[in-house]
Antibody
């Protein structure tokens, strides 16, 4: 059974750096064909993809936020960490991490999601 | 990169059927999209992936048979039959584009489904 859970501060001040941790179980980020991504959703708004990291350390970032984001993994702890610098009130959102698998040589979307964590910037 | 367009709202009576639409921008008719269900106060849940040939792969865990998909031209449809109260919520479509440094994942604006 695959589960993911986000953790981190619920409140950050403008200009601060946000650090979020995704702790997962049921899969390993050392296994070929596995990725973990971060997606956020401002209150009442649409989902927005932020970043992805793959088993082979390949990283992908949203072009509009690339300069502010860093995604890393700690395979020994089954964790993926997202840092976002220079936080602003417009970054207030629920932040989700999600599992992206490759089945039968085809990459799927985000199949398993965490419950999300609300981060308020104020 | 593709733009995914969804109507902001839809409604259907209990037990009826509804078709939700995700429209790809021009030039992306061969793209597949994923459908996600988000119940009130919950995180998204993968429903299934759809291309022009219909479902790609299999449904997400616990998705009932009442849910199906179709793809035609630039449109990707999620069809829900015999709607239940538990189907109420937001439905998002998403797709990946490009590779390497040009990779991007996009989501539509979401459709809020109300069960009457």
């Amino acid at each position: 059974q695959i589960t993911l859970k986000e953790s981190g501060p619920t409140l950050v001040k403008p200009t601060q750096t946000l650090t979020l941790t995704c702790t997962f179980s049921g899969f390993s980020l050392t296994t070929s064909g596995v990725g973990v991504g971060w997606i956020r959703q401002p209150p009442g708004e649409a989902l927005e993809w932020l970043a992805l990291i793959y088993w082979d350390d390949d990283e992908r970032y949203s072009p509009s936020l690339k300069t502010r984001l860093t995604i890393t993994k700690d395979t020994s702890k089954n964790q993926v960490v997202l840092t976002m610098t220079n936080m602003d009130p417009v970054d207030t959102a629920t932040y989700y991490c999600a599992h992206r698998p490759k089945y039968n040589s085809v990459w799927w979307g985000f199949v398993y999601w965490g419950q999300g964590t609300l981060v308020t910037v104020s | 990169q593709p733009v995914l367009t969804q109507p902001p709202s839809a409604s259907a009576s209990l037990g009826a059927s509804v078709t939700l639409t995700c429209t790809l921008s021009s030039g992306y008719s061969n793209y597949k999209v994923d459908w996600y269900q988000q119940r009130p106060g919950k995180g998204p849940r993968f429903v299934m992936r759809v291309g022009t040939g219909g479902i790609v792969g299999s449904k997400g865990d616990g998705i009932p048979d009442r849910f199906s998909v179709l793809g035609s031209g630039l449109n990707r449809y999620l069809i829900i039959e015999n709607i239940q109260e538990e189907d109420e919520g937001d439905y998002h479509c998403g797709a990946d584009y490009g590779s390497g440094s040009n990779f991007v994942w996009v989501f539509g604006g979401g459709t809020k489904l109300t069960v009457l």
